[in-house]
């Protein structure tokens, strides 16, 4: 999971810049999300044990976040669970 503030106003900006950014290998899923204060969310789903390396989406372009990006790992644990 990569989330990120962008500097006010710049949300639509780092939306569009979140969704050009391609990564490699592709994840079997990627959604993206928008919230207000202008927050940017995107959450990747990968056929991958927990530790394994994979590739992440990196710090947006100076001046575009207000803050660094914050990223989570999690891993299903089923229904009901």
């Known amino acids: 999971m990569w989330e ?6 710049r949300g ?3 939306l569009a810049w979140a ?3 391609l990564l ?7 959604e993206t999300f928008s919230a ?3 927050r940017v969310l995107v959450i990747t789903w990968w056929d991958a044990p ?3 390396p994979l590739p992440e989406l990196p710090e947006p ?4 976040a207000l ?10 644990v089923g229904e009901g669970a």
């Open 12 to 14: 639509p900006e780092l």
């Open 50 to 52: 927990y530790d394994a």
């Open 4 to 9: 990120a503030r962008a500097v006010e106003g």
């Open 36 to 38: 207000p204060q202008d």
């Open 61 to 64: 372009d100076e001046g575009l």
């Open 19 to 21: 969704r050009s950014r």
């Open 67 to 76: 803050r660094a990006v914050h990223r989570w790992r999690f891993e299903a």
């Open 24 to 30: 490699s290998p592709a994840p079997l899923r990627r």
